[in-house]
């Protein structure tokens, strides 16, 4: 249906206002995006089900071989994936309009974060495309415990090059990360955050009965479910970054960095 991919897009979709304090609040539950005029079918879960990502991939790979070969389009090829949040499901579909493989949206985010590394010290940091024009590439960066929101852009030289060497960066994905962006089987997770070890570790503590669904700890199985897994720490207690008050459509607050620039102003959408 055209207008609920719209709304998706427009980012109005599962949003509701609440009657008592009249904020809108976006509803996180899972539901099946289907557009069998792109052979297109999304599971989207929602965003704290990251660690679940593995089992949703396995339900998607089943579904896509029971699905009715009279619903296929023959000229297009199929598209099965897994989506934490309406945010990436979001993403995908303003890749797809611009026919742009989303594992190459995720080799961007991984070019902003090395050339932006204060984004690294952002707690629940959420880095999604935001849109694709003709002069540049834009991606915000929010968190749920700030307000604030930054959009990054990266000129479509830079994008473009990336897109264009898909030789290049297959082999430095696959060096680079245990988990390649660019090899994803079907109906996969395809995200960044796949890079980090959390949601998997997070998998294992739940498999070993560290943490029960209500959220308690089982001290008895915690060494052993946790010996051998990374341990992460940031020295000095992470970075900020101070957004002045943006006026009109005049950048507020220019981030340079490594040759790129970075306009740090209010993104006109949200979710």
């Known amino acids: 249906m055209p207008d609920v991919r719209q709304r998706i897009i427009a980012g109005q979709l599962h949003r509701f206002q609440c009657s008592a304090c009249g904020r809108t609040f976006t509803v996180e539950k899972q539901f099946l995006y289907t557009d069998f005029r792109?052979?297109?079918v999304i599971l989207v879960?929602?965003?704290?089900?990251?660690?679940?990502?593995?089992?949703?991939?396995?339900?998607?790979?089943?579904?896509?071989?029971r699905i009715p070969k009279s619903l296929w389009r023959a000229d297009t090829s199929q598209y099965f994936r897994v989506v934490m949040g309406l945010a990436e499901l979001r993403e995908k579909l303003i890749a797809q309009d611009a026919n742009w493989d989303d594992r190459v949206v995720e080799l961007l985010?991984?070019?902003?974060?090395?050339?932006h590394p204060f984004l690294l010290?952002?707690?629940?940091?959420?880095?999604?495309?935001?849109?694709?024009?003709d002069a540049t590439v834009d991606f915000t960066?929010?968190?749920d415990r700030d307000p604030r929101r930054f959009l990054l852009r990266l000129p479509r030289s830079v994008t473009d090059?990336?897109?264009d060497n898909a030789e290049l960066m297959n082999k430095w994905s696959h060096a680079s990360a245990p988990q390649s962006l660019l090899a994803a089987p079907v109906g996969s997770w395809v995200s960044v955050a796949r890079l980090s070890p959390q949601p998997d570790?997070?998998?294992?503590l739940q498999g070993g009965g560290v943490l029960g669904v209500g959220g308690g700890v089982d001290d008895d199985n915690v060494a052993a479910v946790t010996d051998g897994q990374p341990q992460i720490g940031c020295e000095g207690g992470g970075a900020h970054l101070g957004i002045p008050v943006d006026e009109g459509d005049v950048p507020a607050g220019l981030l340079e960095c490594g040759g790129y620039r970075s306009w740090v102003r209010a993104p006109t959408w949200e979710c």
Not at 109 to 115: A, D, F, T
Not at 124 to 130: A, F, K, P, S, W
Not at 201 to 204: C, K, M
Request: proline share 4%; glycine share 4%.
């Open 45 to 65: 879960q929602p965003r704290q089900e990251k660690h679940r990502h593995a089992a949703a991939s396995a339900v998607v790979r089943r579904w896509s071989g």
């Open 161 to 163: 090059a990336v897109a």
């Open 121 to 133: 010290h952002i707690p629940r940091l959420q880095l999604v495309l935001h849109r694709i024009g």
């Open 109 to 115: 985010k991984v070019l902003m974060l090395h050339e």
């Open 38 to 40: 792109r052979n297109t």
């Open 141 to 143: 960066a929010a968190s």
């Open 201 to 204: 570790a997070i998998a294992r």
